[in-house]
Every structure is written in C-alpha cells, then in structure tokens.
C-alpha cells in the first residue's frame, strides 16, 4: 500500500469517527449529563495523546507564550466546543447536527479571509450563500414559518451552527501556533489544558452520573474518548503534516453522510427528503467555496507522486 494512499485511509478513518460522534454522545447523554461525557471523554483523549507523546518520545517544553496561547485554544477547543455541542444533541437529532457541522469549512474560509488574509473570490461568496441556504432549509425542516424557530425547537440547530463557528475560529487560530509547534504536541499540550478546566466544573456531576452509566453509555464514552478524542485526534493531525490542508478538509465533506447513515441504524432516526435536500445544498455549497484550492492540492499532490 502506498503511503499517499496510506494517509488518505487515515484521514477517512478519523472522519468516519467523528461522523459516528455526535451518535455516541446522543446514546450517552439518555445515561449522563453533558459534563459528564465531556469529562470522562477528554480523559481517555489526552490519556491516549501523552501516551503517544512518551511513546514517540516527541515530549518538549515549549515557552510560556506558547503555553498561554494553548491554553486559550483548549478553552475554545474543549469546555466550550463541547458544552456547546453535547447541550445541542438534547435538542436536536444527530442527523441534523452532522448535516450542519459541515458549515465548519465555510466559517473557516470567511474568518481566515478577515484575519489572514486568504483570498475570498466570486466561487467562495456563492458557495458560502448557497450552503448557509442548506443549513436554513436543514434548521426548518423545509418549512419556512416563524412557528418552525421557536425555542426549544430549534435550539438545539442553533448551537449546532454556533458549534460549526466555534471550530471554525479554533483552527483559523490555531494557525500561528502550529508554525512553531508539531501538531501533535500542540493537541496534547492544549486538550490536557482544556480538560483540566473541565474538572472543577464537572468532577461532582461524574460522581453522581457514574453509578447510573448503563453498558450502552459505557461503550459510548470509551467510543467518544478513544477513537474521536485520542486516535481521531492523533491520525488527523499526522494526516495534516503530510498532505496539504484543503486536500484534508476535503474529507470533511464525507462526515455527514456518515452521521446520517450511523442515526438512521442505531438510532432509527428517519431521514427525511428535507433533511437529504438541505444536506446536499451544504456540500454543494462546501464544495464551490473549497473547489479551487482543493484541485490545486490534488494537482500538486499527483505531481509528488
């Protein structure tokens, strides 16, 4: 097996956990309250990247400045983005989170235009206006009244999107910081940072949650911490040091449809002609904002090859 072939596996693989996610947490949530998923996932998560980092022997002190600004990222990256995303599951469908996760590379071109600089052309503004109308028709349902936005009806949609932006900002954010450290010791620095946040805040809720966890929920929290948190994670961002980022990001685009199909069998979520309608205009979407930066990379990555 070759080794661009190799990466693009691994890059699938970690998409297809994090496709899976927002189903596991939805299982998990019937047994434990929010804090206490985010807690006992980002447990097993960094438990697995400093494993790794002993392991690869990629341990190294790095400055206070850095320190500090990880520490900023894994606020935005652990307790917010995932407060934001487990109190959303409890008000929407896992089908509907996933669709609308995908609005994360849109998000990302628009702040990464303002803040550095990143060309906006005419293909990137409409894509980013035909993918917004997909989240829209997603959040509606397909029917555009007023009765559909009513609280807490579309809640939980509502902090799907804020969830897509709050990504968004962590990775344009993450930029700097990834000039000067390895992605790997970045993420684990700054999810060790984050989930130490968590503790204060959570550690209370866990014991209580703890004796109620059934089976399900157990197998859900080890899928969330394991393979979302720690090898998604760790797979990812080796993916990332090999091949360009918008040839990855490419992968994004698989994600919901996993998450549809992974509701539709565990969950029996029905997926509805609006929820498939307004999906495939946020990929179509995603697509145009992403089309030419993507051929770009494949062209550069065939001529490596």
Not at 73 to 88: E, R, S, T
Not at 193 to 205: D, E
Not at 207 to 235: E, H, K, M, Q, V
Request: with cysteine.
């Amino acid at each position: 097996m070759s080794s661009a072939l190799t990466i693009r596996l691994k890059a699938f693989l970690a998409i297809l956990f994090w496709g899976a996610s927002f189903i596991a947490t939805k299982i998990a949530l019937r047994d434990a309250h929010p804090a206490t998923i985010i807690l006992l996932r980002f447990a097993l998560g960094v438990a697995i990247l400093w494993f790794a980092i002993w392991r690869w022997r990629m341990f190294r002190r790095i400055g206070k400045r850095d320190l500090v600004y990880l520490a900023i990222l894994g606020v935005i990256a652990v307790p917010l983005h995932q407060v934001i995303q487990a109190i959303g599951l409890l008000y929407t469908t896992a089908t509907s989170m996933g669709w609308i996760i995908a609005l994360i590379p849109i998000f990302t071109a628009l702040l990464a235009w303002i803040f550095l600089g990143e060309p906006m052309t005419a293909l990137k503004v409409i894509g980013s206006i035909i993918a917004f109308g997909g989240a829209v028709f997603v959040v509606t349902r397909g029917a555009f009244s007023l009765d559909t936005f009513r609280l807490p009806s579309t809640l939980g949609d509502a902090l799907a999107v804020a969830s897509a932006l709050n990504w968004a900002i962590f990775q344009v954010a993450s930029k700097p910081i990834l000039r000067r450290l390895e992605p790997t010791l970045a993420m684990a620095y700054l999810m060790l940072i984050g989930g130490i946040l968590i503790v204060p805040f959570a550690s209370l809720q866990t014991i209580s949650d703890l004796p109620r966890l059934t089976l399900d929920g157990w197998i859900a929290i080890l899928f969330l911490g394991i393979f979302c948190s720690g090898l998604g994670y760790l797979i990812w961002y080796d993916a990332l040091s090999k091949i360009d980022a918008s040839q990855l990001s490419s992968f994004s685009y698989i994600q919901p449809m996993i998450t549809v199909i992974v509701a539709a069998i565990l969950l029996g979520e029905t997926i509805t002609p609006a929820i498939l309608l307004g999906g495939a205009v946020i990929l179509f979407g995603v697509y145009l904002v992403n089309r030419s930066a993507t051929k770009r990379a494949i062209g550069v990555s065939i001529a490596g090859d």
